[in-house]
């Protein structure tokens, strides 16, 4: 499995803009990034998956450089409600899932 | 549709008894998995059921574990003998597909259940 790094804790504050950047230097040709939400007492969210360039959705953004070796999950316009700790995977046909100790993200008022 | 449902939420148990974590994956989906989070560490791989059948379960840390998954609906982990350093949050996942290629919702998680052994 491909190893990741993420800064452990940011900090934000509401309405501003999110970036957390994965390093994943290893990564192998198959493997797809995948990242996950955990909030407090619950367990983690899918939030977004991307191979390559950019991948978006309602919740968030994915930025793959094309050597694949970081990925950045951008969160638009973040409220309080986002604090959460945010996990980057990396993984290809594989079921068991690698989290790291993922990023704490707070945002405060 | 109804979530990955966990139960009970929170056990607090003494060391030596008998605990019985549920989980209620979504209907249909027949990939179940557990997965565990001890104290100061990473949330850890345990198992994965397709249907009613274990197809790895290489991350369970001992046979004081045992994980079950009747007619390939809900699933049941018990700790028999609970030890202390079981201690920790209990995930239970499902999806159709099996692999980080899972569509656009991957894996849905419960909230899991806290045990704690004193």
């Known amino acids: 499995l491909a190893k990741t790094t993420q800064p452990i804790s940011m900090d934000s504050y509401e309405g501003q803009e999110v970036n957390i950047t994965c390093s994943h230097n290893n990564i192998a040709t198959n493997d797809y990034i995948t990242w996950y939400q955990q909030f407090p007492s619950q367990g983690p969210r899918f939030i977004i998956q991307?191979?390559?360039t950019k991948v978006t959705n309602e919740v968030a953004s994915l930025f793959i450089p094309a050597d694949r070796k970081s990925s950045t999950l951008s969160l638009p316009r973040v409220s309080l409600s986002d604090t959460a700790v945010y996990y980057c995977?990396?993984?290809?046909?594989?079921?068991?899932?690698?989290f790291g100790a993922g990023t704490t993200v707070t945002v405060r008022a | 549709e109804a979530g990955v449902t966990q139960f009970p939420s929170h056990s607090v148990i003494e060391k030596g008894q008998t605990v019985t974590l549920r989980c209620d994956p979504i209907?249909?989906?027949?990939?179940l998995y557990w997965y565990r989070r001890v104290m100061g560490k990473e949330i850890k791989f345990l198992l994965h059921?397709?249907?009613?059948?274990?197809?790895?379960e290489s991350g369970m840390p001992n046979n004081r574990f045992l994980a079950e998954r009747t007619g390939g609906t809900y699933s049941t982990l018990k700790v028999q003998p609970a030890e202390l350093e079981d201690s920790g949050v209990y995930f239970c996942?499902?999806?159709?597909?099996?692999?980080?290629?899972?569509?656009?919702?991957?894996?849905?998680f419960g909230s899991g259940t806290r045990l704690t052994v004193v």
């Open positions: 991307g191979y390559k």
């Open positions: 209907s249909g989906h027949d990939n």
């Open positions: 996942a499902s999806s159709q597909e099996y692999a980080h290629t899972a569509g656009d919702y991957g894996y849905t």
């Open positions: 059921f397709v249907k009613e059948s274990k197809q790895d």
């Open positions: 995977l990396v993984g290809d046909n594989d079921y068991k899932l690698s």
